[in-house]
């Protein structure tokens, strides 16, 4: 028996995704959610694309500076590339626009799993003409992991950055005019996960209708109640829990302010152990 629970943060991510041009998420990122899809507890970015594509998206495009674009195939995203730069060439410095794969060399990665190296100076016009530019009825999300790590301070940001700043601008300020045919379906959209808090200095987006933020809270009581109910059989205890044991709503107030990752790794400790645990 499974619980399925849509955290209230995401249905508002979800309804903001409809017609916002911009998402900064902040907060709760390093946890685990409830994939309703495949009734499996997966890392936050992860349910966030596969709950966009729920929303009417078609491609998610993940990208952070380390790891390069993932989530589409090296060759979409060379489709993408040479829509946006009218064919040009990436640069050579750093080996951008090259495939590789971090992954274990026995497994063999999906088109999907595998990475694409594409530096900020090369990933942001992308985004900017396929958000401001591009009519496709495919519509894309754009997730930037690890964004605190793009700027440093506001106050001394480097040229480099001012540049990278003066192109989102323009992706916060994209029109929003579309056909009456396109009216109800969600536009392109550019996602920032900001693993602390948010780096993107404000004046940039302050005030802006395309602009929303997103703050992802601990989880509350019914998701906790939620995520032992479908764990409750990987709980090795004294006393071992079943679904609709009258035990668990305790049991979730005592983990207030545990993670749902905690209470995971709580459940991988009852099964390590030589002795059952006692809650």
């Given at each position: 028996?499974?619980?399925?629970?849509?955290?209230?943060?995401?249905?508002?991510?979800?309804?903001?995704?409809?017609?916002?041009?911009?998402?900064?998420?902040?907060?709760?990122?390093?946890?685990?959610?409830?994939?309703?899809?495949?009734?499996?507890?997966?890392?936050?970015?992860?349910?966030?694309?596969?709950?966009?594509?729920?929303?009417?998206?078609?491609?998610?495009?993940y990208w952070d500076?380390?790891?390069?674009?993932?989530?589409?195939?090296?060759?979409?995203?060379?489709?993408?590339?040479?829509?946006?730069?009218?064919?040009?060439?990436?640069?050579?410095?750093?080996?951008?626009?090259?495939?590789?794969?971090?992954?274990?060399?026995?497994?063999?990665?999906?088109?999907?799993?595998?990475?694409?190296?594409?530096?900020?100076?090369?990933?942001?016009?992308?985004?900017?003409?396929?958000?401001?530019?591009?009519?496709?009825?495919?519509?894309?999300?754009?997730?930037?992991?690890?964004?605190?790590?793009?700027?440093?301070?506001?106050?001394?940001?480097?040229?480099?950055?001012?540049?990278?700043?003066?192109?989102?601008?323009?992706?916060?300020?994209?029109?929003?005019?579309?056909?009456?045919?396109?009216?109800?379906?969600?536009?392109?959209?550019?996602?920032?996960l900001d693993h602390?808090?948010?780096?993107?200095?404000?004046?940039?987006?302050?005030?802006?209708?395309?602009?929303?933020?997103?703050?992802?809270?601990?989880?509350?009581?019914?998701?906790?109640?939620?995520?032992?109910?479908?764990?409750?059989?990987?709980?090795?205890?004294?006393?071992?829990?079943?679904?609709?044991?009258?035990?668990?709503?305790?049991?979730?107030?005592?983990?207030?302010?545990?993670?749902?990752?905690?209470?995971?790794?709580?459940?991988?400790?009852?099964?390590?152990?030589?002795?059952?645990?006692?809650?």
């Amino acid at each position: 028996m499974s619980t399925k629970t849509t955290p209230r943060w995401l249905e508002t991510l979800l309804r903001e995704a409809g017609y916002r041009r911009c998402l900064i998420v902040t907060g709760n990122l390093h946890d685990v959610c409830l994939c309703v899809d495949t009734v499996e507890y997966l890392p936050v970015a992860e349910v966030l694309g596969k709950s966009l594509l729920r929303r009417g998206f078609s491609e998610i495009v993940y990208w952070d500076s380390f790891g390069g674009v993932r989530g589409i195939p090296p060759e979409r995203w060379d489709e993408l590339r040479k829509a946006s730069t009218f064919g040009a060439k990436p640069r050579e410095e750093g080996g951008q626009g090259e495939a590789y794969d971090l992954g274990p060399a026995e497994k063999k990665p999906t088109s999907q799993e595998q990475s694409v190296r594409e530096s900020a100076d090369d990933f942001f016009p992308v985004v900017l003409r396929t958000i401001v530019s591009n009519p496709s009825p495919r519509r894309i999300a754009f997730i930037i992991d690890w964004s605190q790590y793009l700027f440093g301070d506001s106050r001394s940001l480097s040229e480099k950055e001012r540049n990278w700043l003066l192109i989102l601008s323009k992706i916060f300020r994209a029109s929003l005019t579309e056909s009456p045919q396109e009216i109800g379906r969600p536009y392109h959209l550019l996602v920032f996960l900001d693993h602390s808090s948010s780096r993107v200095p404000s004046i940039y987006f302050q005030g802006n209708m395309n602009v929303s933020q997103v703050s992802i809270p601990l989880p509350g009581r019914l998701e906790r109640e939620a995520f032992l109910k479908n764990n409750s059989t990987h709980f090795r205890l004294k006393s071992p829990l079943i679904p609709n044991d009258p035990q668990i709503p305790d049991l979730a107030d005592a983990l207030d302010g545990f993670r749902l990752r905690d209470m995971l790794q709580v459940c991988i400790l009852s099964l390590q152990t030589s002795e059952a645990l006692t809650f």
